[in-house]
């Protein structure tokens, strides 16, 4: 089995062999997984792959590891694909205390970030209770 850790962040691989490997070490969900995923999101040069690592890290369940790098991706990358991904990704993490991260973006000027900012507060609605 190859290591995905290491393909994931191999730019000698296809962006297509880097989005399998993510696709793969989101179910792995371990400490070093989760940093492979995270650096792949920071440094990776393709928009697409770094989306997909933002859904994958989503997918993690790991909300406390996981959701250092996608508020990173958040505030730092520029590409809208990315930005929403991430966002979406931190309302599918379902952990309340991303709720201040995300109402920051509601008035975002990007019409796509504060829309996905305000999707990404109505996933985390159900764990926050009444009155998000």
């Not at 993510?22 to 928009?47: M, R, V």
């Not at 990007?110 to 998000?132: H, M, T, Y």
């Amino acid at each position: 089995m190859p290591d995905y850790t290491k393909v994931i962040l191999d730019l000698t691989r296809t962006k297509d062999e880097r989005i399998q490997a993510a696709f793969q070490l989101e179910n792995i969900a371990d400490e070093a997984t989760i940093a492979a995923l995270g650096k792949a999101l920071l440094t990776d040069p393709s928009p697409i792959v770094r989306h997909e690592c933002a859904f994958s890290l989503g997918e993690t369940a790991a909300p406390k590891e996981a959701g250092f790098y996608l508020m990173k991706a958040v505030e730092t990358d520029t590409n809208i694909f990315v930005v929403h991904e991430a966002l979406m990704a931190l309302g599918t993490l379902g952990d309340a205390s991303f709720i201040p991260f995300g109402k920051r973006f509601l008035q975002d000027p990007r019409r796509d970030v504060a829309e996905s900012a305000e999707i990404s507060l109505q996933r985390l609605q159900p764990v926050a209770g009444k009155g998000l």
